[in-house]
């Protein structure tokens, strides 16, 4: 069936190897970050977030650095395993009080070769 | 239940017919909202309930589309006049507090198909 990542940019990687997922995010004002996986038939799955007031943050075999300066989001994954394949989602938020939303970015296909 | 449920899976309609979709989110969750993910896209916002009221629905894009929680839990999104440009995958996320996305699971969303 058409899956979610059709269309999208692929970053293909080896098992075992580090992957590199980058996201330019648009609005100066956003003070909240979070990386999604999506698999496909499935919904988001957050994977990672990060405030405006900090440039990295780790997580167990993810790290996200934020670069504000020039709008810039990156996701690592250490060990690529072949369940990361998937589509990973960027997503912003502007305000993180009530009523804030998550504005997605277009996201990109990761395929892991075995 | 353990997660958020959307029911039903996939949705094939003919042009100009109403359709519903149903979700039901993580029991307990006071915050509902709906997003559209169109084919190759990231997922866009449509409509977020706290309660039974709709807080926030500036991401309807127009007057075809209605959405309600009439007991503050399960949501029903629905679809006037379906064109074919409506067919998306419509994802229903859940969370404790209100209004706060950043805590939201979502569900696996309906795949509508407009034929």
């Known amino acids: 069936g058409e899956s979610v990542g059709l269309h999208l940019p692929t970053l293909s990687v080896q098992e075992g190897d580090n992957s590199i997922i980058n996201c330019a995010y648009s609005n100066s004002a956003s003070d909240y970050f979070i990386w999604y996986k999506q698999e496909s038939g499935k919904g988001p799955q957050f994977i990672i977030d990060i405030r405006s007031n900090m440039d990295k943050r780790q997580g167990q075999r993810v790290t996200v650095l934020l670069n504000k300066t020039v709008k810039h989001l990156s996701l690592q994954i250490a060990a690529t395993q072949p369940g990361d394949s998937a589509v990973y989602f960027c997503?912003?938020?502007?305000?993180?009080?009530?009523?804030?939303?998550?504005?997605f970015g277009k996201g990109i296909t990761l395929s892991v070769r075995p | 239940g353990a997660g958020v449920s959307q029911t039903p899976s996939n949705k094939v309609t003919e042009k100009g017919k109403y359709v519903e979709l149903r979700c039901d989110p993580i029991?307990?969750?006071?915050?509902l909202y709906w997003y559209r993910q169109s084919l190759g896209q990231g997922p866009e916002f449509l409509i977020y309930f706290q309660g039974t009221g709709a807080a926030d629905d500036s991401g309807l894009p127009n007057d075809r589309f209605f959405a309600v929680r009439p007991e503050g839990s399960v949501s029903t999104l629905k679809i006037q006049r379906t064109e074919r440009g409506d067919s998306a995958v419509y994802l229903c996320a859940s969370s404790l507090t209100p209004g706060m996305i950043t805590e939201a699971f979502f569900g696996q969303g309906t795949r509508l198909t407009v034929v």
């Open positions: 029991s307990g969750h006071t915050a």
């Open positions: 997503a912003e938020i502007a305000n993180t009080g009530a009523n804030s939303k998550l504005t």
